[in-house]
């Protein structure tokens, strides 16, 4: 009895040891799961605006999330002449040359991703998309992630309601982490320095806004391409019939879907000076997310055509085979930057980038052997369970829709019609092999017959010559 207990419990911890495994697997599947959808979904508490704030509603204390009190961080994008002050101001006045450098906030997707200066944009090594983040937004959302022994100045700007005029200023990182009271803060003018503002003024933050993603659109493909086909697979089954008396083509159709996969060569892409970001590639009509492998797929939905001439009367099974292909092109496209809240930007092109597209072709049907003097072996094929549930056959798709009828009416005679009943053919055969049979012996015993009376001559002739 105790063994058999001692045998209980250790099947039943193997079981349970099994599940936590199987549970474990799980819990990381749906990590990941969960990591990889996450990188390409924008966050909702963070949005971006396009459209600049009036003076009048500043003053009127409009609140700038009344439209979408989701988001807990608003950014603003410089209008044009903002940013032709930003770059007079900052390059020319306070340019690469001055030892004095002032920093903004990087962020991606609302999340804070690092810091640049004024001289990256005067040097022309890149082009950011630039934005006003107001002050107390960043203090909630951003400055817990600073480290408070940094001595840096940040680059802001500063509205005088009184006077209705906007400067350039810079406060300091120590008024920043450390929550100085309006009393003590300063965001001091960039061009003279001689005026400052308080946070009873609105104060924003430069920052800029890294793209989230890269879209590749207008794409055109070259010429070259390499087709390389692999394994055949079951589409789906279906019957044909002919009810008619007459035989003739008979034409049928299936509906089929399969998942067109795309796989995009990545180094041939990011080998043009861009960043390690997710990818969207324009395909068929649509816009489709690639992983960070530059694998993805689309929905294919199409259509199979058949036909086969057909003998009065009959049916026939036919299943639809397609044959999987590779094709690997070469195409050149636009990369856009996409930044969220449907911003993009033209970022350049990329010349001779790879994909590869698999996809079924060549579909093609497979009819079931018919042999038209063995009408009675033909029986109505009735469709059983289906290898692959995402295909589904399109009911009623015959060319030739034909009445319900079975076997027996299929093979039914029919009097005065002129023709002989199914089963006359091969009784004809065997009662013809029989009188063959007959006749032969009846032939083999004349011939021997003969043969001996013929012998009998020819001893009496010779007995007579004797």
């Excluded at 796989?263 to 041939?268: A, D, K």
């Excluded at 994909?355 to 009408?375: C, Q």
């Excluded at 089963?423 to 004809?428: E, H, L, N």
Aim: hydrophobic residues 40%.
């Amino acid at each position: 009895m105790s063994q058999y207990r001692s045998k209980m419990c250790c099947s039943g911890s193997i079981s349970f040891c099994s599940s936590i495994f199987v549970f474990t697997l799980l819990l990381i599947w749906l990590q990941w799961r969960c990591i990889t959808v996450n990188a390409f979904e924008e966050n909702d508490a963070f949005c971006i605006r396009t459209q600049p704030m009036l003076l009048a509603d500043i003053e009127k204390h409009v609140n700038p999330l009344e439209g979408d009190p989701n988001c807990k961080v608003l950014a603003t994008t410089l209008t044009v002449k903002e940013k032709d002050s930003f770059l007079d101001t900052m390059c020319k006045d306070h340019g690469t040359s001055y030892k004095d450098t002032y920093y903004f906030f990087k962020l991606r997707n609302g999340e804070l991703r690092g810091r640049g200066t004024h001289k990256e944009i005067c040097d022309g090594i890149k082009n950011p998309l630039l934005a006003w983040v107001p002050y107390n937004m960043v203090l909630e959302n951003f400055a817990q992630e600073l480290n408070p022994k940094d001595q840096l100045s940040y680059i802001g700007k500063a509205t005088d309601l009184e006077r209705e005029k906007t400067e350039l200023c810079h406060f300091s990182h120590t008024d920043l982490v450390t929550n100085i009271t309006s009393d003590l803060f300063a965001c001091i003018v960039m061009i003279f320095e001689d005026n400052f503002y308080g946070l009873d003024a609105s104060i924003n933050v430069l920052i800029e806004i890294q793209p989230l993603m890269y879209e590749l659109r207008n794409v055109t493909y070259l010429p070259w391409v390499n087709v390389s086909t692999s394994y055949k697979t079951l589409l789906d089954r279906t019957t044909l019939h002919n009810p008619s008396r007459e035989p003739k083509q008979i034409y049928g159709s299936i509906k089929y879907e399969f998942v067109e996969k795309v796989h995009l060569n990545v180094s041939t892409v990011y080998s043009h000076n861009l960043d390690q970001l997710p990818l969207l590639f324009e395909h068929a009509g649509a816009v489709l997310e690639l992983n960070d492998v530059g694998v993805g797929g689309v929905d294919v939905s199409t259509r199979a055509f058949f036909g086969r001439f057909m003998d009065a009367r009959t049916s026939v099974n036919v299943e639809v085979i397609g044959q999987w292909a590779e094709h690997r092109q070469q195409f050149n496209a636009d990369v856009f930057e996409y930044f969220g809240y449907a911003i993009k930007r033209f970022r350049n092109e990329i010349h001779h980038g790879e994909v590869t597209f698999t996809r079924i072709e060549s579909a093609e049907p497979v009819y079931e052997t018919l042999d038209s003097t063995h009408l009675a072996a033909v029986t109505t094929y009735k469709t059983g369970a289906k290898k692959f549930e995402r295909l589904e056959m399109a009911e009623g798709e015959n060319g030739t829709h034909a009445p319900d009828w079975d076997d027996e009416e299929l093979f039914e005679s029919t009097e005065g019609d002129g023709h002989p009943y199914p089963g006359f053919y091969p009784w004809f055969v065997a009662s013809s092999l029989v009188l063959a049979v007959v006749l032969l012996v009846v032939v083999i015993g004349v011939v021997r017959a003969w043969s001996k009376n013929e012998e009998k001559k020819r001893y009496k002739l010779a007995a007579t010559s004797a």
